[in-house]
């Protein structure tokens, strides 16, 4: 194989079924389930939007995951080597592309463990006070803001350089000793953590109403397209498809395995969680609203930045045991967050070993080092929340539906190796895929996505 690292030792190779589906799983419960879909459901619709939100997950998000398994498990290489194999220079240029969006997204993803991991410390003397916007903006996020102060420090500085120790230690221990090891002893510890504070939520007066509220359908959402929108994007970023993740984890699978099935375990167990995240937060916010004597309606800050770091800690200071709540609440967001990053740390590391030919340490230590250096300068200043906005806008939005079309296209269209990938996956698999998933694949979803994603720029140009 010519140009090809062959310097490089055989692929490392999950220890099994379990292992892979717990990694997979740690990659896709992240932010994203907390933080993310709980806000967006409610303003989509509510219970309602559970319809768009199921079509979403059937007709493209499980069959691009499946696109996805295929062509790391048939071309055995992390996403540019891979897509490289599958479909040539313009291949390997998507999955470069991939690669780079990982990088942007590694960036802010640090930033917000590190603040998480700084409140799960706050937690213990509910150190935000009473105005807790007025202190993350001001008082944390201004010392953020003057890096050379003493603040910067303890603050900022120390949460984040510890964050990407942990990472990096656990990337530069393998597939099996770190990644593997680390999601295996994390995921069990996060449900356990994550269902003991929606039990105890659901028994704070004005939990019922709030979950209600959640639920409440508004079947007139569904007939605005933005919804529908809304709940495909929702699904991507929360499934982790079509940033190279999946290519890449899949890649160390062994030879005979069962994609589809350990896909299914996947694809339903986030949801899972998303759904039961999404049920923790509105009983906790249905709790404030009945304290504050205001609806639901009229709180603000509920997804993202906004909700986890000053909504969240308002509520928790004025629970019975709240700085129990707060700890397991910042603690899950953080490990929940961990696996995420690093399994989009992972592609950057595979991509760039297959390429150059490193070791696994060179290539942890070299770019991973770059990284933690350019995520401590961006986020020692206030532009920091800005720029995350940004990123975050862009690579999801743009980024990662661009990449899932052009997947699509190339692999099914140019250079029509669906029927190839569609019988990869159904030889070994429980569950077998053939028409439908083609249909789906090479029509439906790009179909979809690409009047997504021509709104979306449009949206952001006008
Ligand atoms: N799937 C993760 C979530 O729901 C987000 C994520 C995106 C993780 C990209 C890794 C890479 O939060």
Redesign the pocket.
Known sequence: AHGEATAVPEREQWSGQIGFILSALG???????IW?FPGVAYESGGGAFLIPYLVALVTAGIPILFLDYAIGHRFRGSAPLALRRLGGRLGEGLGWFQVLI?VF?AIYYTAVLAWSSSYFVFSWDLRWGDDTTAFFTGEYLRAAGEPFTLDYVPAVAIPLVIMWVITLGILAAGVVKGVQRANVIIIPLLVVAFVAIVIYALTLPGAAQGVNEFFTPDFAALADPNVWIAAYSQIF????VA?G?MITFASYRKRRSNMTGAGLVVAFGNSSFEILAGIGVFATLGFFAFQQGVEIGDLEGLTGVGLAFMTVPAIVSEMPGGAWVGALFFGSLTLAGLT?LI??LEVIIAALRDKFALTRAQAVLGFGGILAVVSLVLFGSTSGLTALDTIDNWANNIGIVGSAVAMAVIVLWVRRRGRELARHLSAVSTFRVGRTWLLFTSILAPAVLAYMLVTKIIDLLV
């Open positions: 990659s896709a419960v992240g932010l994203g389930n993310r990982s997204i970023f929360s499934l982790s940033f993740i995420s399994s989009i």
